[in-house]
């Protein structure tokens, strides 16, 4: 079945404390897009990215994409006012029979077997959303107080959310609402049942100057083969 990435990297360096957005930042000598980029490539030989970016960095996105060892299976498009809209946006590009996967661009340490078992699960349930279980106590606001709840009930979503191509375009043609905070909740706002798999304790979103600090040492160890 054909595949293809959407990948979303519409972020600032404000958390970063940079003035160079967070996906262009330097991570072991390539920007932490490349790594995301490199990923999706290497998990399958005939799948293709459409890189979504804010319209005054498209000429830094094309430079980056030419530094890939196959740049003509990436495109590149313009963002929107919200992650919804350049979602939507990249969607558009696509209009064949699918499986598409949405991956924020800055979760740049997700493997090839990440993406691969996100595919597998997408053919056979139709959706596949990677979560890792909460390993801190959890305790939720009520309006007279706290309550603690059982942390291995609370799972934290991860990106790439994988889906039939027809479903997920289906569900980015309903208006903007501010709950659709990724992908899963636009496409539950249809009906649909989510589909939760495993997802990997490193796949770290880049925020702050910490999350780049541990990218750096994980990706050092993994060259090590640790």
């Not at 003509?72 to 990249?90: A, D």
């Not at 706002?189 to 600090?213: A, C, F, M, Q, Y």
Request: with cysteine; charged share 25%; hydrophobic share 40%.
């Amino acid at each position: 079945m054909e595949k293809y990435a959407v990948i979303v990297a519409g972020g600032s360096g404000l958390r970063m404390g940079t003035t160079i957005p967070k996906q262009f930042l330097d991570l072991r000598g390539k920007p932490v897009i490349w790594h995301t980029l490199t990923a999706f490539l290497d998990a399958y030989p005939d799948l293709h990215i459409i890189l979504v970016l804010p319209e005054q960095h498209l000429e830094t996105g094309k430079q980056i994409i030419g530094t890939t060892y196959a740049p003509e299976r990436i495109w590149i498009t313009v963002g929107g006012e919200t992650r919804f809209h350049s979602v939507k946006n990249g969607l558009q590009h696509i209009h064949r029979h699918s499986i598409i996967f949405v991956h924020d661009g800055v979760r740049c340490l997700l493997t090839p077997a990440l993406i691969r078992r996100c595919y597998e699960e997408a053919v056979d349930k139709g959706n596949a959303i990677p979560a890792t279980t909460s390993v801190d106590t959890v305790r939720l606001e009520r309006f007279n107080g706290t309550e603690m709840i059982d942390r291995n009930k609370v799972k934290l979503i991860q990106t790439p959310q994988t889906f039939f191509s027809e479903l997920v375009k289906s569900a980015f043609e309903q208006d903007y609402h501010e709950s659709f905070t990724d992908e899963a909740s636009v496409v539950e706002k249809l009906g649909v049942k989510i589909h939760l798999i495993e997802g990997e304790s490193t796949n770290l979103k880049i925020t702050r100057p910490l999350d780049l600090l541990m990218a750096e040492k994980i990706l050092e160890e993994r060259e090590m083969g640790l």
